[in-house]
DNA sequence: TTGTAGGCGTTATCAC
DNA sequence: GTGATAACGCCTACAA
């Protein structure tokens, strides 16, 4: 009833400080905001009553009247993969540039997180960009038309955006190394956990029809599927020699997957390049670490995800970016030791 | 004047709902949160006109008057060093389980963009956990008045928070091992860029401490300081050995450094250990996958993250943390073949 | 230089 | 079940 009081509902407003400092709302307003029109020794009075009171002021009531404040939500499969961390930066750096705030969700590749982050986020963000697994029809559901932008994966709805690899272009020019050092028995560790989203997963499609381009005596049962991760990698590579014991090279989903399966190669004891050689689709530095260093398809991993704030800032100034132009990063194919 | 119509200033507002459903804001209210009081009829119109509006309710209105949403800021220094990347895990996991949100920064290592992250997010979260390397009393007032925790550094201040790592523990333990395994002349490799704070880096004045209790005949001299990454610790290690070829052991800041220490010594022909012995600090996965595997003292990132939400849930709930109570994570010894 | 009035978009409260 | 009305905390006019 008093209606005043630092104490009374949590923090204190600019009404407390204002009362305090026994001026009005809108001086304070002058002197936290530091404008122009104030005098100095009012100023003063003012500032030391903010600090008496602990006051700072609302960002839901300063973004309701300043309508600037941008805030795009990213979610990305797994922050422990060192291939989303730097998608992460990407994003980051594009958005500090144009000043928008990022928040980000983990889905450990989950679906039903996936879906819970994207509604948090239609709720936070005035955008999102992300790696999702869900239908189309599921995301824009969920999304609650907020602007969404897909990282990695092309999509049929004119109502949301894309950012992709060429992965067509990387796996043929990685099956044209192998191929040309005269591998033809090529198995393939293909990523889990989205087998199911065709759209997902062009890898294992283009590596198909690339292995029967080249005449390869290779089909759907020499790829084998597991975990993007190391561990994955490993388990795959060990089923994989175990099925297709003359198998010569491997075209591994990602680094992590591929440096599983030169572990799991030597365990055999088959030599890596020698008696197996290991293809990675990535370009993590760990690759250069490893011995044998791992010859990869190299992702400029930054760009990604500075592309897909692109697409962001052109979707939010009502630019809808055409299936046509969707932007695409080219993989590159960085011959090392192990293929 | 008209003051309607969707496109009037970008987004429709809940009115222009009101207004095309032929209702009141608070019954389009109560239809867009699907509240119990509303007839399914009516419902559907609105939900109708909802959508051809392309209507989002405004989060800064709906934080304005529901009190509930926390944010919590989260400074990191390098998303691309994988021992981020884990400790962010921590807190985006600790946060969602509370049902908060996190907006992350990156500042490369650099003060002032620490500095210009810490205004933003102080006008954008509720609190904020980082890896800091300004000095407390900046650090209070760039963030002005928003709780802080700090991460692996401790602080005299009260009003800061802060979870840390039992450095003397993990140098102590480290030390130990490689005394024991014979070695006297004991280099050390130190992670830029905060010399000048003391704070920031225990690792370097403990491990000075301890060498000097061991009766170890190096010095201050024997500590290169590199940045955190393979290349430093490449460089710097060249340069210790260049300094003191006799070197026969290494502690290295991190497992980054660490990794590039035994790059550089083999680049010199010198075995690791035989020659000498290197030493991580961290734990990243990318250890166990080097040749060497690296010997290291693991610290467990996520859990440090989810401690450091914990502290903001304190602080937040107006339990200030004593310094007594300061959460703590105890490296553990993981000897591999590296030392 | 300072104060007053109005509105930003939403939910809560209370009538009807 | 539905609709006025009053906050929520701040800022941008404009008036004094």
């Not at 204190?12 to 304070?28: C, F, H, M, N």
């Not at 075209?251 to 050689?277: K, M, S, T, W």
């Not at 293809?279 to 190299?298: K, N, R, S, V």
């Amino acid at each position: 009833m008093t209606g005043s009081g630092p104490g009374r509902r949590g923090r204190a407003t600019i009404e407390d400080v204002a009362r305090l400092a026994g001026v009005s709302r809108q001086t304070v307003s002058r002197a936290v905001n530091d404008m122009a029109e104030i005098t100095p020794s009012t100023k003063q009075r003012v500032l030391e009553a903010v600090r008496t009171l602990g006051y700072r002021p609302s960002r839901f009531a300063r973004g309701l009247v300043k309508q600037d404040t941008t805030t795009v939500g990213l979610i990305i499969s797994d922050l422990v993969n060192p291939f989303f961390p730097e998608v992460a930066a990407g994003v980051l750096a594009a958005a500090e540039n144009r000043g928008w705030h990022v928040v980000v969700c983990d889905t450990q590749y989950r679906l039903d997180k996936e879906l819970s982050a994207l509604e948090v986020l239609a709720h936070q963000a005035d955008a999102i960009v992300g790696y999702l697994g869900s239908p189309d029809e599921v995301l824009e559901r969920h999304a609650a038309g907020v602007p969404l932008v897909l990282l990695e994966r092309s999509s049929q709805s004119p109502r949301l955006g894309s950012v992709g690899i060429d992965v067509e272009a990387g796996v043929r020019a990685g099956m044209r190394h192998l191929v040309s050092s005269g591998h033809t028995r090529i198995g393939m560790l293909d990523g889990a956990p989205y087998p199911a989203q065709s759209a997902q997963n062009d890898r294992r499609l283009h590596f198909l029809t690339v292995a029967e381009e080249f005449g390869l005596p290779v089909d759907q049962h020499w790829v084998h599927v597991c975990d993007q991760s190391v561990l994955g990698g490993f388990t795959a590579m060990d089923e994989l020699l175990t099925e297709h014991p003359d198998t010569t090279a491997v075209f591994a989903f990602n680094d992590l997957i591929a440096v599983g399966a030169v572990q799991a190669a030597r365990r055999r004891g088959r030599g890596v390049p020698e008696d197996c050689a290991v293809l990675g689709f990535d370009g993590l530095q760990l690759g250069e670490l490893i011995d044998p260093p791992l010859t990869t398809l190299h992702i400029d991993k930054r760009r990604l995800g500075e592309l897909a704030v692109e697409q962001v800032a052109l979707i939010l100034a009502d630019r809808a970016p055409s299936p046509a132009q969707r932007p695409v990063v080219r993989p590159q194919l960085v011959v090392r030791r192990s293929a």
